[in-house]
């Protein structure tokens, strides 16, 4: 793994390595599952990917989103995904034991740009931080419901 001055974080397989290689910025959470690295990252079109172990082992890719991705996060136990971007925009994921999608959530948080997300220890609630230090919480996916709150 290597990072440029330019944000860009790299993870290098040499005998795969060819110019098709996704750039990953450097925005990004990591965790291990079941000895296999869980990476969340934005990459260089501004999509976010959840890849395992290397760039080649693409979980999950977004849409291309209209503004940056600035923060990234993974919950203790790997099951759910959030990131924030420049326009206040946030989206949680929530992934099956075989790393499957089964339900997506967006927040628009109307804020300025979120800079930082972390998920409780109990991955009940998730954390947005705006760069003008407005904090918001959230309560994560409720299985039943398929759905997400936000604590006022």
Known sequence: MSSS?????MMWNHSDFDETTIKLKRDFAVRERQGHL??????????????????????????????????C???P???????????GLAQLLRLSPDLDVMAEFQLNLQQESI??????ST???VAFCSADSTVVVSRAFNARQRACAVDG
């Open 5 to 9: 001055d330019d944000g860009t974080i």
């Open 38 to 71: 869980l990476i969340a990252a934005s990459d260089q079109n501004d999509s976010f990917r959840i890849v395992r172990d290397s760039v080649r082992d693409i979980v999950y890719t977004s849409v291309q989103q209209k503004s940056r991705i600035r923060c």
């Open 73 to 75: 996060g993974i919950s």
């Open 77 to 87: 136990d790997t099951s759910l995904f959030a990131f924030g971007c420049d326009d």
């Open 115 to 120: 800079r930082w997300c972390r998920f409780s």
């Open 123 to 125: 991955k009940n609630y």
